[in-house]
Every structure is written in structure tokens, then in C-alpha cells.
């Protein structure tokens, strides 16, 4: 089982940047997919960037394309989201998520993929 804690969290302007991280711990990190939600006040929660255990296959909502980009170190036990030209819609609680072992293009885009979930960390931008 993996455990996930997020950081990196915060209050931004729109247009600056903030990178998101997300440390695992468990012996099955290497072996995850690895996913990033958000949810907005009143909203469901929405997909927001995925990763393959081997990092072959990523995945992007298309509200943060070209904007967001999400990475992982394995040797780290540790899932980043790079988060850059920040919009006041950015502003949510982000989640990390771990879904089970797939293959190695195996990234998840809907909440059913994954089966353990972060606290939250939350990014609030002004305009």
C-alpha cells in the first residue's frame, strides 16, 4: 500500500508558476501510475495530469495543457506537477493519487483508475 503526501501548495498571481510535489512511501511506488486532481469549491473533483510507473505515458486535462507538466522520480518515491502561467480557475485543493499496477503506457485519466489518494494541498490564485 502507498501512502501519499502532497506540498508545495500556496497563494499565487495569476501568470506565476508553483510546482506541486507529492512523496510516496511503500514498496509499490515504482510500480504506479500516478495521477493529479483538483476540486474547486462546489465543483467535483476533475482529472488534472497523469503518469505512467514508467513514465512513458503522460495524460493532460485540456484546461492545463501546454501549461502543466507532470514528472516522477522513482529513485525519490516522488510525483511532481509543474504548474506555470497560473489562471484564477487554477484555484482548487490538488490531489495526488496512485492507482494500481497496469502496464507501462497505463495512465488513468478518471478517479476510478486510482485506489489511494493525498490529503490535498491548496493553490489559490489571484487575478
Known amino acids: 500500500q502507498v501512502q501519499l503526501t502532497e506540498s508545495g501548495g500556496g497563494l499565487m498571481q495569476a501568470g506565476g508558476s508553483l510546482r506541486l510535489s507529492c512523496a510516496a512511501s511503500g514498496r509499490t511506488f515504482g510500480t504506479s501510475p500516478m495521477g493529479w486532481f483538483r476540486q474547486a469549491p462546489g465543483k467535483e473533483r476533475e482529472f488534472v495530469a497523469a503518469?505512467?510507473?514508467?513514465?512513458?505515458?503522460?495524460a493532460y486535462a485540456d484546461s492545463v495543457k501546454g501549461r502543466f507538466t507532470i514528472s516522477r522520480d522513482n529513485a525519490k518515491n516522488t510525483v511532481y506537477l509543474q504548474m506555470n502561467s497560473l489562471k484564477p480557475e487554477d484555484t482548487a485543493v490538488y490531489y495526488c493519487?496512485?492507482?494500481?499496477?497496469?502496464?507501462?503506457?497505463?495512465?488513468?485519466?478518471?478517479?476510478?483508475?486510482?485506489?489511494?489518494w493525498g490529503q490535498g494541498t491548496q493553490v489559490t490564485v489571484s487575478s
Open positions: 493519487a496512485a492507482g494500481p499496477l497496469g502496464s507501462r503506457w497505463y495512465a488513468p485519466r478518471n478517479v476510478d483508475g486510482y485506489d489511494t
Open positions: 503518469i505512467s510507473w514508467s513514465a512513458y505515458n503522460t
